[in-house]
Antibody, heavy 123, light 106 residues
Framework: QLQLQESGPGLVKPSETLSLTCNVS??????????WGWIRQPPGKGLEWIGN???????YYNPSLKSRVTMSVDTSKSQLSLKLSSVTVADTAVYYC???????????????WGQGTMVTVSS | DIQMTQSPSSLSASVGDRVTITCRAS??????LNWYQQKPGKAPKLLIY???TLESGVPARFSGSGSGTTFTLTISSLQPEDFANYHC?????????FGQGTKLEI
């Protein structure tokens, strides 16, 4: 059973860079049938799509965050990473990684999610 | 970006009730609509994708319908474990935006 596990600092200072990793168990990480997404959820609020990355490293970033986001994959470690620079208190959220499944007829969905990791931006 | 709007934002119901949550897109998204359930402190769980396809293992009391700009999630007979937050998400165009969520409570 595929599992995703986010990890990283729970506290980041304003203006610094938030760095998270997502470890992916099982073989699906190397499959070209999937992509990998990062989603966040501020306390008490809805979900926000940060971006996604394919096994080959092709990325899409939400335009609202594009200037500050970098995603990468480390296939040797079956690991994803997310970096968000110049953080502010507005970036305080639970950050999730998730497996994305494209649908042949169009669209996609995220079927497996990590448990999430809370990141607080505060001095 | 495509804006997704859910209604109601919160809903009180009882075990055994039939409930419907609506999700509207700011433009047509065909049937590229997903529904997730989220319990407090937990990650979202996929319920339905492509507007009406039930994810494996999800009880048949959950159903989805709609196309274009208006979609519904229906729970035919609420069970105690169904009290949670529900989110819709469009996958027609990146970024794959979510609705603001609907809190289903007793």
């Amino acid at each position: 059973q595929l599992q995703l596990q986010e990890s990283g600092p729970g506290l980041v200072k304003p203006s610094e860079t938030l760095s998270l990793t997502c470890n992916v168990s099982a073989d699906s990480f190397s499959s070209r049938s999937y992509y990998w997404g990062w989603i966040r959820q501020p306390p008490g609020k809805g979900l926000e799509w940060i971006g996604n990355i394919s096994y080959s490293g092709s990325t899409y970033y939400n335009p609202s965050l594009k200037s500050r986001v970098t995603m990468s994959v480390d296939t040797s470690k079956s690991q994803l990473s997310l970096k968000l620079s110049s953080v502010t208190v507005a970036d305080t959220a639970v950050y999730y990684c998730a497996r994305g499944v494209p649908i042949t007829s169009g669209g996609a969905f995220s079927d497996i999610w990590g448990q999430g990791t809370m990141v607080t931006v505060s001095s | 970006d495509i804006q997704m709007t859910q209604s109601p934002s919160s809903l009180s119901a009882s075990v055994g009730d039939r409930v419907t949550i609506t999700c509207r897109a700011s433009q047509s998204i065909s049937s590229y609509l997903n529904w997730y359930q989220q319990k407090p402190g937990k990650a979202p769980k996929l319920l339905i994708y492509a507007a009406s396809t039930l994810e494996s293992g999800v009880p048949a009391r959950f159903s989805g319908s709609g196309s274009g700009t208006t979609f519904t999630l229906t729970i035919s007979s609420l069970q105690p474990e169904d009290f949670a937050n529900y989110h819709c998400q469009q996958s027609h165009s990146l970024p794959f935006t979510f609705g603001q969520g609907t809190k289903l409570e007793i």
